[in-house]
């Protein structure tokens, strides 16, 4: 049971890095991107923050599934009626959105490099659109789950 508040602030902060990054880059970041830059600049721009903020998010998806399961079997084996129900829409919409982040990572985010790398806009322009719909689409489903965790008890 001590090892509960460990798990909780881990799960915690990571949920911050992921979700917090996501909001910042879709609702701050890419409005005055698209409003300053020329595309070529903007996309340079965009592969640089991804390959920063990318290994952020593998470190906090490791540690969300990983305190999240770990709190899972913890409150199941000494809970009475195991883990409450929220819980499990928790995680089913957590691993939606790792399965979208590693989809992202492994297709468009590697056409936005390689259309970088080789000076084809077109390319690179493609993938940060998909990328765009796709974090965006992450955001809303991080915010959603945010919210099943928190006013999932009371409902």
């Not at 600049?41 to 470190?59: I, N």
């Not at 790792?98 to 492994?106: T, W």
């Not at 390689?114 to 965006?136: E, Y």
């Not at 689409?137 to 928190?150: D, H, K, P, Q, S």
Request: glycine letters at 10%; hydrophobic letters at 65%.
């Amino acid at each position: 049971m001590k090892l509960i508040p460990l798990l909780l602030f881990l799960h915690l902060i990571s949920v911050a890095v992921w979700v917090g990054g996501m909001f910042f880059a879709y609702l701050c970041l890419r409005p005055v991107a698209a409003a300053q830059l020329d595309p070529p600049q903007r996309l340079a721009l965009w592969a640089g923050v991804f390959e920063r903020f990318f290994p952020w998010v593998w470190l906090a998806v490791a540690l969300i599934l990983g305190s999240g399961l770990d709190m899972f079997v913890v409150i199941g084996a000494i809970g009475r009626q195991g883990v409450p129900l929220h819980w499990h829409l928790m995680l089913a919409t957590g691993i939606i959105m790792m399965m979208i982040f590693a989809h992202l990572y492994f297709s468009p985010y590697r056409r936005l490099r390689q259309g970088v790398a080789a000076a084809d806009w077109s390319l690179a322009g493609a993938a940060l659109n998909q990328i765009r719909k796709m974090v965006g689409f992450n955001l809303a489903l991080g915010l959603f789950t945010i919210a099943v965790a928190t006013l999932g008890i009371y409902i």
